[in-house]
């Protein structure tokens, strides 16, 4: 008996041993940032190693061509007249230093129209050094003519200060290695009780939110940031508003929009590419077939985009909202009219038409503009042409369609603007797609082509390579050929901006034409871009890489567009206003009626 006792004493002192070391290392263990935030978390932003993320940054390719002496001669020559340093790089140095891990920023509830943030940061240094680094900082955040209230609020073991100006509220907190901030002390509070683990008190956690740990099962463990979106409550906010500007939601894009639970990102990298994925939870929408591609076969080594897609006839197809363009609203409008005047209906599209969308643009070498085509199968093949008569039925900037038949296939065509743009548009239908493009050439080769094959795209090395790092695609699928498509660019533009910069003596004065980079520097780092997309069963899943993700580079070219848009305006103006002298002694000649010239159409790819 007193050999069992002495064996239940030894169990219950060795119990005792692993239960005070399993809490010991709990309690040393870094608490994840799915721990410390609420279960009803809306928005997160969280970046779990900035140094580590900078240092794969700087071996990217986009920091390469940075780093390129031609363009850093042309960045520090006249186009910013920068500093030697980088706003804020001091700063972010000095950040960097703090060594943080796990920094995150949230949106905790949007109550009464009044968002709850937090935010913070785990260190590896010093608590003081980070103490004293946070200060320098917000002396520069609050102006000295500005008079807050500052209070001291005791939560358990920590020291919340808070400060107060109007109806706007700063409260910070040292935890340990952990720095946390917010504008609302309770959340503060709740967020100190979970990091010290305190059952008691401590509300649940992001991490017990199956709509969080569902999304995060579908994106990649190794990542530099990661955003999460809860899009609900956003929605029940905007919906008022849309009313009350007198506008309403179709309701096939309302359901949609209410179906989607989730919306997760995440951005990272892959050697000298960048990496993103995304995962929308939602139920699956449109038709579960298989992608077809046959436009695919058309493309070639001289493809410079090429996507395909399922899309969905809109609900407002036949009474489209206001763009703020009347132009383009007017077009509309005609479009709409000429379709219900032939009778054509909205089910009746649908019924024409599949749902694979593809799209491809091929730009030659010494072409000065890319080809651009678009397709879709066809289902019903009289409807179809039915459809496409009553659209070329209308009039294109006030040049008649022509009508021409080849091998089973109608193709109608116009050259707008009198000739003086690079368009030939060209629809044409055949029993199998419909192709609508802006070469008549184009349009034919791709009909010609279409469906026959492997292409001369599908065959080639970057493509291969690229595809490789990607899962198969049972939704849609992008390809963007960087290099190519700056090459051309280059080439194109170049001689272009030489020649504005003599009539427009401004522009080369602030771009400082000639150190523009050379084209082999930026060149040599681009590589081709792809995106994939599938349906996983709760969601959508896609993912992209490239030297910057198929979002961003569609981001990014949307941004130089306007900009150079908005910065030549007053360039392309005096363009407008400037003739040669020859010009201006030879007399007006009077404006005659161009007659249009249709060419016959030949197989072949576009002409350069």
């Known amino acids: 008996?007193?050999?069992?006792?002495?064996?239940?004493?030894?169990?219950?002192?060795?119990?005792?041993?692993?239960?005070?070391?399993?809490?010991?290392?709990?309690?040393?263990?870094?608490?994840?940032?799915?721990?410390?935030?609420?279960?009803?978390?809306?928005?997160?932003?969280?970046?779990?190693?900035?140094?580590?993320?900078?240092?794969?940054?700087?071996?990217?390719?986009?920091?390469?061509?940075?780093?390129?002496?031609?363009?850093?001669?042309?960045?520090?020559?006249?186009?910013?007249?920068?500093?030697?340093?980088?706003?804020?790089?001091?700063?972010?140095?000095?950040?960097?230093?703090?060594?943080?891990?796990?920094?995150?920023?949230?949106?905790?509830?949007?109550?009464?129209?009044?968002?709850?943030?937090?935010?913070?940061?785990?260190?590896?240094?010093?608590?003081?050094?980070?103490?004293?680094f946070v200060q320098a900082r917000e002396r520069s955040w609050w102006p000295r003519s500005v008079e807050a209230r500052r209070e001291m609020i005791l939560h358990g073991q920590h020291r919340i200060e808070k400060l107060e100006v109007a109806r706007l509220q700063y409260a910070r907190v040292y935890a340990g290695h952990w720095f946390f901030a917010a504008n609302d002390v309770p959340t503060l509070e709740a967020l100190l009780d979970r990091a010290d683990r305190r059952a008691d008190l401590a509300t649940a956690a992001l991490k017990e939110n199956e709509t969080f740990s569902s999304a995060l099962k579908h994106l990649p463990n190794d990542y530099a940031l990661l955003l999460f979106l809860d899009p609900q409550p956003f929605l029940?906010?905007?919906?008022?508003?849309?009313?009350?500007?007198?506008?309403?939601?179709?309701?096939?894009?309302?359901?949609?929009?209410?179906?989607?639970?989730?919306?997760?990102?995440?951005?990272?990298?892959?050697?000298?590419?960048?990496?993103?994925?995304?995962f929308i939870a939602m139920p699956r929408a449109g038709s579960e077939k298989r992608?077809?591609?046959?436009?695919?076969?058309?493309?070639?080594?001289?493809?410079?985009?090429?996507?395909?897609?399922?899309?969905?006839?809109?609900?407002?197809?036949?009474?489209?909202?206001?763009?703020?363009?009347?132009?383009?609203?007017?077009?509309?409008?005609?479009l709409s009219a000429t379709l219900t005047g032939h009778g054509v209906r909205l089910a009746d599209l649908r019924a024409a038409f599949g749902e694979e969308l593809e799209m491809m643009a091929q730009w030659p070498a010494g072409a000065n503009w890319p080809t651009?085509?678009?397709?879709?199968?066809?289902?019903?093949?009289?409807?179809?042409?039915?459809?496409?008569?009553?659209?070329?039925?209308?009039e294109m900037s006030?040049?008649?369609?022509?009508?021409?038949?080849?091998?089973?296939?109608?193709?109608?065509?116009?050259?707008?603007?009198?000739?003086?743009?690079?368009?030939?548009?060209?629809?044409?239908?055949?029993?199998?797609m419909l192709l609508a493009g802006s070469d008549l050439r184009a349009v034919e080769s791709a009909m010609a082509k279409a469906g026959r094959g492997a292409g001369g795209l599908e065959k080639s090395e970057p493509f291969r390579e690229i595809a490789a790092k990607l899962p198969s695609a049972d939704t849609g699928f992008s390809y963007l050929n960087s290099r190519l498509l700056f090459l051309r660019a280059d080439a194109a533009v170049r001689p272009a901006l030489a020649m504005a910069g003599t009539i427009y003596p401004d522009l080369g004065r602030t771009l400082d034409l000639t150190k523009l980079p050379s084209k082999d520097?930026?060149?040599?780092?681009?590589?081709?871009?792809?995106?994939?997309?599938?349906?996983?069963?709760?969601?959508?899943?896609?993912?992209?890489?490239?030297?910057?993700?198929?979002?961003?580079?569609?981001?990014?070219?949307?941004?130089?567009?306007?900009?150079?848009?908005?910065?030549?305006?007053?360039?392309?103006?005096q363009l407008q206003d400037w003739h040669p002298p020859q010009a201006i002694s030879a007399a007006p000649a009077r404006p005659t009626a161009t007659p249009v010239v249709t060419p016959s159409p030949t197989p072949g790819p576009s002409p350069p």
């Open 236 to 278: 029940e906010k905007l919906l008022p508003l849309v009313t009350l500007t007198g506008q309403s939601l179709p309701v096939g894009q309302l359901r949609r929009l209410k179906s989607v639970r989730s919306v997760a990102t995440a951005l990272g990298f892959d050697g000298a590419s960048m990496r993103e994925t995304d």
């Open 291 to 334: 992608l077809a591609r046959p436009l695919f076969s058309a493309a070639s080594t001289e493809t410079i985009y090429y996507s395909v897609s399922q899309m969905q006839w809109p609900d407002q197809l036949f009474s489209p909202p206001k763009t703020g363009n009347a132009d383009l609203d007017e077009m509309f409008r005609q």
């Open 372 to 394: 651009c085509v678009a397709t879709l199968p066809v289902v019903d093949g009289p409807r179809a042409r039915k459809i496409v008569e009553a659209v070329t039925s209308q």
């Open 521 to 573: 520097a930026i060149a040599r780092h681009l590589s081709p871009i792809a995106m994939s997309q599938r349906y996983v069963g709760d969601g959508y899943l896609s993912e992209s890489v490239g030297p910057v993700t198929l979002r961003q580079a569609t981001i990014g070219l949307g941004i130089t567009v306007a900009a150079s848009f908005i910065y030549l305006r007053d360039g392309v103006k």
């Open 1 to 132: 008996m007193k050999k069992f006792l002495a064996l239940i004493a030894i169990a219950l002192l060795v119990a005792a041993a692993v239960w005070l070391v399993v809490r010991i290392e709990l309690s040393r263990r870094v608490a994840s940032v799915e721990e410390l935030l609420p279960r009803e978390t809306l928005l997160l932003l969280h970046a779990p190693d900035l140094k580590r993320s900078r240092d794969r940054w700087h071996e990217s390719a986009l920091y390469q061509i940075w780093q390129e002496p031609s363009v850093q001669a042309w960045v520090k020559g006249r186009l910013g007249r920068w500093p030697s340093g980088a706003p804020g790089g001091k700063t972010l140095e000095e950040f960097l230093a703090l060594g943080p891990t796990r920094t995150f920023l949230a949106l905790t509830s949007i109550e009464n129209n009044e968002p709850k943030l937090v935010g913070g940061f785990h260190f590896e240094i010093d608590p003081q050094k980070a103490e004293q």
């Open 398 to 432: 006030g040049i008649s369609w022509t009508r021409t038949e080849k091998e089973g296939a109608i193709f109608f065509s116009a050259q707008p603007f009198g000739g003086f743009l690079p368009l030939f548009l060209t629809v044409a239908v055949s029993d199998k």
